[in-house]
């Protein structure tokens, strides 16, 4: 018997030196469980081998090969030596005579391991250098010695598991082969509830299928199993995060509509029937004696700064103070001048406290009552650090964007209150899987209409290269009184990436729109600069900014009609629907332009849909299946662990499935401590 706590150096399947110590340990593997839960990254089937490749291929190939000849070389051009390998066929006659050069660099020790006559199963993607047929960088294995556990190594599908320096992919894939030769189904209880798998299978079934599938069509149903108890593991966390929240009792922060009614009536427009909706669903959160968590999500221009002015009046009308806690200086300086504009005339203190920067306040409280309301105060993490900044008590935090920060940063924010109620929303619609799988813990409002009025917004993809083009319409559009922003992924120029750089552009941009203002905007500039351009791009002084995505959020110019985003390929759909959303903020016909690299192949492809549709959801579910969830959504913001089999948090039959099965745990768990 081998119990999954066991440590994996008392199995006797492995010895480990104190680097390979080091390196099993920053993998997080320590125990026979640990290691069982390190799943591969990829699979090569060695059953048999792609054909030995006579052109470039686009596509990584794997190859057993037989190195011929081998030797260090100095790469002029990069002041370095590196190694490089000629190899052929390992079998086969009729392939006998080709050759691959593989090339390795800054990896000075590849000398020290291969030797002319060994035999590697390499992977890699074949290229063309000068006159020579080569592959830089292959993942290789050697595979002539260790006859005694080739079956974990060839002739079957093998994984291919993620690594650290210290560890090497033979004597891990060896260990985990040997934990799964010797241990019993009796070792590897199953942790799910009998029958809540459609997969028919164990958790020692699905456990040696995912390390070593006798075929590739095993994978799926081993992963399906695996992804659900991952999923209903993580619903737990959410769930008994949401009970504590819960059950630590709250204030009502709560009294009147007064405050709330004025500030409406005094609107230039009607709010639409998702806001007024989503309103009376945070006055009942209030109004209840349980804290709330409430998520509100809504599309790019949906009116979610409105919703939470009427939950920020709720609070101050009841004696408490408000916060509202932006990730940029720009956004929360951008807040600041709307609810001063808003709230001044109900006599309703506004506060702006960031890390350079304060102002407002000394207003006399609101004048047709009672002196003892809240004032609304609206930072960035300066908020944060000081309670002093709420004499009323935080009885509300509204934290804008909330993807953008730590979990720690928003539990310091609520921790300045006692039992504050929570308002987090986000611009980043966010698909109904997603919404489910991590954030179980809060109520969920969504604003599903847009405020009449909006400009039409028109999407095109054009190519770098028809960049004088682009001026030219640019220059039509500044003719008739309208305001321009032009983005790039990056702020300086990089050896390492042909993307556009906002510094470098912005002098080409100079000429070539040469009776134009034009401003520069990123992420490097003090707060004091990003103000002053922004403020003059506000006011109209400047027509023209050229920025980085430090625009994403939280920029309001209703004359700004045009966007150019150059290098569109390197963004993600939700992050250009977000950066899009800067216009059309207006009466104007708006025009977004994706500016492509050309040899980028499948880049106009993959942004289609932005042509297509406004609809943040349905762009947001095409984002989650283009990338995954790991990266539509870091996890390491949510507080929550990384989930190993993200790519199936789009299957909502999966995640409503471990929703289920968690709330089932809780309640059962409930009634057996009562």
């Not at 890699?124 to 292959?138: A, E, L, M, N, T």
């Not at 093998?158 to 894939?173: A, E, F």
Request: proline share 5%.
């Amino acid at each position: 018997m081998l119990p999954l706590d066991t440590r994996i150096d008392e199995t006797g399947l492995i010895r480990l030196d104190k680097k390979a110590r080091e390196g099993f340990e920053k993998l997080g593997l320590v125990t026979i469980g640990d290691a069982l839960a390190h799943y591969p990254r990829r699979y090569e089937d060695r059953t048999h081998f792609d054909v030995f490749p006579d052109s470039p291929m686009e596509t990584a190939v794997c190859l057993h090969v037989e190195v011929t000849d081998c030797q260090s070389r100095f790469a002029k051009g990069r002041g370095s030596r590196f190694f490089e390998a000629t190899v052929e066929p390992a079998a086969g006659p009729d392939l006998l005579g080709n050759r691959i050069v593989l090339r390795w660099f800054n990896l000075a020790y590849i000398h020290k391991i291969l030797a002319v006559g060994h035999q590697l199963v390499i992977y890699g993607k074949p290229k063309v250098s000068g006159k020579r047929f080569v592959i830089d960088q292959p993942d290789f294995e050697i595979v002539d010695h260790d006859p005694a556990s080739a079956d974990a190594h060839m002739g079957r599908i093998v994984p291919i598991y993620p690594l650290v320096s210290g560890v090497s992919q033979k004597p891990l894939r060896a260990l985990i082969y040997g934990l799964l030769s010797k241990i019993k189904s009796s070792d590897v209880p199953d942790w799910l509830p009998p029958g809540s798998s459609d997969t028919g299978l164990s958790r020692a079934e699905a456990l040696k299928a995912i390390h070593y599938p006798a075929t590739l069509a095993e994978l799926e149903p081993a992963k399906r199993y695996l992804a659900l108890e991952e999923f209903t593991q993580l619903q737990l966390i959410l769930q008994k995060r949401r009970a504590e929240h819960r059950a630590r009792g709250g204030k009502v922060h709560f009294r009147d509509r007064l405050l709330l009614k004025a500030f409406l009536e005094q609107l230039p427009f009607e709010p639409t029937g998702a806001q007024l909706r989503t309103m009376s669903e945070i006055r009942e959160d209030m109004s209840s004696p349980h804290p709330m968590v409430r998520l509100l999500q809504g599309d790019v221009g949906a009116g979610k700064t409105l919703v939470a002015a009427g939950a920020i009046l709720m609070a101050v009308e009841a004696g408490f103070d408000a916060a509202l806690m932006a990730p940029t200086q720009i956004l929360a300086e951008q807040h600041f001048l709307t609810f001063q504009q808003w709230f001044e005339p109900l006599g309703i203190e506004v506060k702006l406290k960031t890390g350079s920067k304060e102002a407002g306040g000394g207003l006399p409280l609101f004048s047709g009552g009672t002196p003892n309301h809240g004032a609304l105060i609206i930072g960035t993490h300066a908020l944060i650090h000081d309670k002093s900044d709420f004499p009323n008590g935080l009885g509300l935090a509204v934290i804008d964007e909330q993807h953008k920060f730590g979990v720690a940063q928003r539990q310091a924010l609520i921790q300045r209150g006692d039992s504050p109620d929570v308002l987090v929303m986000t611009a980043t619609p966010i698909p109904r899987t997603l919404a489910l799988a991590f954030y179980g813990d809060l109520d969920v409002s969504i604003l599903d209409e847009l405020p009449p009025g909006r400009g039409k917004i028109i999407t095109g993809i054009r190519k770098t290269t028809q960049t004088s083009q682009a001026a030219g319409f640019l220059k039509d559009q500044l003719a008739e009184g309208r305001q321009i922003y032009i983005v790039y992924p990056l702020i300086d120029e990089s050896e390492k990436s042909k993307a556009g750089a906002a510094s470098v552009e912005f002098e080409k941009w100079q000429e070539l729109l040469p009776e134009t203002n034009l401003a520069l905007i990123h992420g490097r500039l003090s707060a004091e600069e990003k103000d002053e351009v922004m403020t003059r791009f506000r006011s109209g002084d400047t027509n023209v900014l050229v920025s980085t995505t430090v625009i994403e959020v939280g920029v309001d110019v209703p004359n700004a009609n045009v966007m150019l985003i150059y290098n569109a390929e390197r963004f993600g759909l939700a992050q250009l629907h977000q950066l899009r959303g800067r216009i059309g903020r207006g009466e104007h016909k708006s025009f977004c332009v994706l500016m492509i690299d050309p040899e980028v192949e499948g880049a106009a492809g993959r942004l289609h849909i932005l042509t297509e549709t406004r609809d943040g959801f349905k762009i947001a579910d095409e984002d989650l299946r283009q990338r995954g969830s790991g990266e539509v959504l870091g996890t390491q913001q949510s507080g929550l662990p990384d989930l190993k089999f993200s790519e199936l948090i789009g299957d909502t039959k999966l995640v409503e499935a471990a929703k289920s099965i968690a709330e089932r745990f809780l309640a059962d768990t409930e009634a057996q401590e009562g």
